[in-house]
T-cell receptor, first 119, second 117 residues
């Protein structure tokens, strides 16, 4: 089946540094990818929709300059947490839509997630 | 706007028994899809089952079945013959269909299921 891969799975960084998380669709093209954030014992909250070749669409309350999203190809979207602070520590998870097949069951595939800890 | 409600923060079930996880939803869309995902402690989101709003029959996938009651806007997940490996967080989600553009999933708050011996 289709696979979405995230890297890194775990990252620990110092406050003030930037961290880049990659989301790759391994065997299908994804015109759209979604980035979610999940705090411990809470649900997934959509941060932004990443569109290939165009600017990402951010949800209300999500800082665009803080969470930079780039979707340069049909198989790769990146989320960069800039000038990270301890409150940015969270589980970040991406998902990808298979191109032109958006409504079929199970066509939204999730990455394994990336756990960010900012010291 | 879409909203998913899961009223059970936690559930216990004995091994080999069946359990129902509740999910109600609210939407003004005519076409939508309902999903259930399992999230073990490792964090990955595992797709379990899907129900389209126009599907007349309840979806089934192995030990998972979805009790879809459209008039009541509920989409409960039934797990039969529970196994210890079923212990995890379970999320109900929905998305609008046929919008012409990719639509996002809206998640409920989740139910933590613990299977006991």
């Amino acid at each position: 089946g289709a696979v979405v891969s995230q890297h890194p799975s775990w990252v620990i960084c110092k406050s003030g540094t930037s961290v880049k998380i990659e989301c790759r669709s391994l065997d299908f093209q994804a015109t759209t990818m979604f980035w979610y954030r999940q705090f411990p014992k809470q649900s997934l909250m959509l941060m932004a929709t990443s569109n290939e070749g165009s600017k990402a669409t951010y949800e209300q309350g999500v800082e665009k300059d803080k969470f930079l999203i780039n979707h340069a190809s049909l198989t790769l979207s990146t989320l960069t947490v800039t000038s990270a602070h301890p409150e940015d520590s969270s589980f970040y998870i991406c998902s990808a839509n298979r191109r032109r097949r958006q409504a079929v069951s199970g066509e939204l595939f999730f990455g394994e997630g990336s756990r960010l800890t900012v010291l | 706007a879409q909203k998913i409600t899961q009223t059970q923060p936690g559930m216990f079930v004995q091994e080999k028994e069946a359990v129902t996880l509740d999910c109600t939803y609210d939407t003004s869309d005519q076409s939508y899809g309902l999903f259930w995902y399992k999230q073990p402690s490792s964090g990955e989101m595992i797709f379990l089952i899907y129900q389209g709003s126009y599907d007349e029959q309840n979806a089934t996938e192995g030990r998972y079945s979805l009790n879809f009651q459209k008039a009541r806007k509920s989409a409960n997940l039934v797990i039969s013959a529970s196994q210890l490996g079923d212990s995890a967080m379970y999320f109900c989600a929905m998305r609008e269909l046929f919008t012409g553009t990719a639509s996002k999933l809206t998640f409920g708050t989740g139910t933590r299921l613990q299977v006991t011996l």
